[in-house]
């Protein structure tokens, strides 16, 4: 039972209790009634400190009830992903981090119960269990803009996510296949993918946006692809949709060294009518990536690429190639169908190659200064 004898403030109230350690109460905002704080105090000075700073946070409205955030973790965190508009790729991956990473260490409790030291400990545990780096990065993320939402609901004040760095991986570099690894690979698959193969390379798309081509994508008068659509797969399920941006609609023109393999292509291994896919799986119906991978595993063992190559390296290649070719930033951004000079402002770094012929040319205007400023022999 409490000490009858309290103290009279203009702003809530300070007592001790029995045990001896000190208790505030204060007006709920909402209510109007006294309620008392989440914790006591050992002294009473701690205490007045405390109700100080509540009455403070109320005048600044900055205020948080402490019971807001006493929701569940995991239920909340299955409304947040309710809530956002995704794709259904997108909205499958998260799914999978946030049940596999994510709920097993913070599903039970509540939103308040998460802090910085919590989530700190979790992600060290992430880590070294194993999981790779960019699955970590990935749930740390996603927490984070859980969390976040649960600030702008008033639920918690702050983020714990507050973790340096713990938001960012080092992507190591990409290999980049010659020419020559390239038509390796193509000569090593099976014949109704070699196209495949050398369009990846040679226009960069990427494997969703080629599975997704259809006949009338295909301008042989031209040599160029329109990409119009790419394939997704979320839950088993294969689907068409529009590109991620208007960026993504775009028109990439091939060379014309690779028209014999396109009309090739086109002839034994089309689907039939405009609306036709270009690329099959090997029962003729829709090409998906598993029924994909043995193939691409084989024909790049076979011609002797190293094994850490993988399909979307060929996009990579194709944009360095470009990119070693001269097209400029936004040469390159247009053939990517990206909006935006990110990402191909990566491919703009000079290789040994260019920067010889650089040095080359260099060479080459200091000769022809020499020349003309050297008076020769008569001049001395």
């Known amino acids: 039972m409490a000490n009858s004898k309290g103290n009279r403030r203009r702003f809530g109230s300070v007592r001790q209790l029995r045990s001896g350690r000190w208790q505030i ?16 105090y050992p002294t009473k000075t701690d205490a007045e400190v405390a109700l100080s700073l509540i009455e403070a946070d109320l005048t600044r409205g900055q205020w948080a009830d402490p019971d807001a955030g006493k929701v569940n973790f995991g239920e909340f965190a299955d409304a947040w992903l309710r809530d956002r508009k995704l794709a259904d790729s997108s909205r499958e991956r998260n799914e999978s981090v946030i049940r596999l990473h994510i709920k097993p260490t913070f599903g039970a409790g509540t939103v308040a119960d998460i802090t910085t030291s919590k989530v700190r400990a979790w992600r060290t545990r992430l880590l070294a269990g194993g999981l790779g780096e960019p699955t970590v990065v990935k749930a740390y993320q996603l927490l984070r803009a859980i969390l976040n939402t649960a600030v702008e609901d008033e639920l918690i004040r702050r983020n714990p996510c507050r973790i340096k760095r713990a938001d960012q991986y080092d992507v190591p570099e990409r290999p980049v296949l ?15 993918y070699r196209l495949l193969i050398l369009l990846a390379a040679f226009t960069t798309l990427r494997f969703g946006e080629l599975a997704a081509l259809r006949r009338r994508d295909i301008d042989t008068d031209r040599c160029r692809v329109h990409v119009l659509r790419a394939q997704s797969e979320a839950r088993g399920r294969l689907k068409d949709k529009a590109p991620k941006s208007a960026a993504g609609v775009r028109p990439v023109a091939f060379p014309a060294e690779l028209l014999p393999d396109v009309l090739r292509h086109l002839e034994h291994f089309a689907g039939k009518g405009q609306d036709g896919h270009v690329f099959q799986g090997p029962q003729g119906g829709l090409l998906r990536r598993s029924n994909f991978r043995d193939d691409w ?3 790049r063992d076979k011609a002797g690429v190293p094994d850490g190559v993988h399909f979307h390296d060929l996009r990579h290649t194709g944009n360095t190639l470009a990119s070693s070719a001269g097209a400029s930033t936004r040469e390159l951004m247009a053939r990517m169908g990206h909006s935006t000079a990110r990402a191909a402002l990566i491919y703009q770094h000079m290789t040994s190659d260019r920067d010889q012929h650089i040095a080359g040319a260099l060479g ?6 020499r020349e003309e400023s050297d008076p020769g022999p008569s001049g001395t």
């Open 178 to 192: 010659t020419v020559e690894q390239v038509y390796a690979v193509a000569d090593a698959v099976r014949p109704r």
């Open 364 to 369: 080459e205007m200091i000769r022809k200064s």
């Open 297 to 299: 595993t084989t024909a």
């Open 25 to 40: 109460r204060y007006p709920d905002p909402g209510t109007g009634l006294l309620r008392p704080g989440e914790s006591t």
